[in-house]
Each structure stands twice: as C-alpha cells, then as structure tokens.
Nanobody, 116 residues
Framework: QVQFVESGGGLVQPGGSLRLSCAAS????????MSWYRQAPGKERELVAG????????NYGDFVKGRFTISRDNTKNTVYLQMNNLKPDDTALYYC?????????WGQGTQVTVSS
C-alpha cells in the first residue's frame, strides 16, 4: 500500500526555518513526481512545490518567493521541503502527494505554525 510518513512540522517564530520530510513506501518512489501542498483554515489546498522523479526539475507556488526548496533522496524514498524565512501566512497543514498512475495519494499532513 502507498503510504507516507510526514514529519518536521512544528511551531516556529516568523523568520525561522523548518525542514519537512515525507518518507514514502509502497511504490517505486524514484519513478514518480512528488509534491508538497498546504491548506490553511478557510483556504483551498494549494501547491507549495513539486519535484520530478529524478530531482532534476522543480516547481514552486508563487508565494514561495525563493524561501522554500524541495528536494528528494531516492535512496531513502524521501522528499523534503526546506522552508526558510517563514511567515505567519505559511501556517497550514502541509501534505506530500504522489500522482500515482491511477489516483493521487496524500500523506496525513504535518502542521506548520508560524507565530510569535
């Protein structure tokens, strides 16, 4: 079964940093494009970042403004999201996602809260 274990969320002050991890299992991780999404209260779920199967191509939501970096380690079946200079508007539940061949699979989400 396709499963994700997301970690790294927490409470940080504005300007702080977090590194989210999503450990995947149940599929051939290295074959698939992986993404991070987030959803804040009262807002639609939005794309944060995506990375190609080999890690050679990435894309980001417009709000990132160079603050976030997505990466992956296919030897560890893990995708990461390094988040720097966090802002209160970054507060959300962050999910990793794979566009599997017949459906999307989502992680359980890890909470990121940016507050003083």
């Amino acid at each position: 079964q396709v499963q994700f274990v997301e970690s790294g969320g927490g409470l940080v002050q504005p300007g702080g940093s977090l590194r989210l991890s999503c450990a995947a299992s149940g599929f051939t991780f290295s074959r698939y494009f992986m993404s991070w999404y987030r959803q804040a209260p009262g807002k639609e779920r939005e794309l944060v970042a995506g990375i190609s199967a080999t890690g050679d191509s990435t894309n980001y939501g417009d709000f990132v403004k160079g603050r976030f970096t997505i990466s992956r380690d296919n030897t560890k079946n893990t995708v990461y999201l390094q988040m720097n200079n966090l802002k209160p508007d970054d507060t959300a539940l962050y999910y990793c996602k794979v566009a599997y061949w017949y459906r999307d699979y989502w992680g359980q989400g890890t909470q990121v809260t940016v507050s003083s």
